[in-house]
């Protein structure tokens, strides 16, 4: 991703000298051991070679696709907890899994793993929801819950906060694909 280039992808974030080894290096499961300031680096990376952004979801964003903006939702397949919707402390798995393996925790917008996995960085900061610079080292809001949490912290609701720096095996990503808009 271009992680040895310090001022490119990096300017007024702090970087460590090697990025997070990742818990199960394996193409499908999600990228886990990344801080917030890797995975804006990534999106600034990812946005260059494609040709349109990519960033991280604002908490909003987040919780619309959680809920599809439905209030009864508490998880992202409706008001109930069901077993086999997500990847969370009670499967007893211990580990990260495969992206879609749970299809049946699918919000209603056929979002997958919203619930459970990795716990997934968002945009803004924990304390100021509208505040989204990237040049603070505020802490910044995680949401989803974590293979490695209980199912409670898996609820459309439930946000946590951690330091940008922070890196875990529980702790991912999820990016949104802004819509580039054609020039004519």
């Known amino acids: 991703m271009g992680y040895a ?30 801080s917030w300031y890797d995975a804006v680096a990534y999106c600034r990376w990812a946005s260059a070679r494609l040709g349109f952004e990519v960033r991280l979801p604002s908490e909003a964003e987040w919780q ?9 939702n508490t998880h992202p397949w409706g008001s109930d907890w069901r077993e086999g919707c997500a990847n969370t402390w009670e499967g007893r798995l211990s580990r990260t ?19 459970g996995n990795v716990w997934e960085w968002c945009l803004n900061a924990y304390d100021d929801p509208h505040r989204t610079q ?7 809001v995680v949401r989803g819950g974590s293979w490695n949490y ?18 875990g095996s529980g702790l991912g990503l999820r990016l949104v694909c802004v819509s580039p808009i054609l020039k004519r």
């Open 64 to 72: 619309q696709a959680a809920t599809g903006g439905q209030r009864g």
């Open 134 to 140: 990237v040049g603070t080292d505020a802490r910044r």
């Open 5 to 34: 280039d310090r001022g490119r992808w990096w300017q007024g974030l702090q970087r460590e000298d090697s990025p997070g080894e990742q818990f199960r290096p394996i193409g499908n499961c999600p990228a886990d051991n990344v």
């Open 150 to 167: 209980f199912r409670d912290r898996a609820r459309c609701a439930t946000r946590n906060d951690y330091d940008p720096g922070g890196r």
């Open 97 to 115: 899994t495969a992206a879609g393996l749970y299809p049946a925790g699918a919000s209603g917008q056929g979002v997958l793993d919203l619930a």
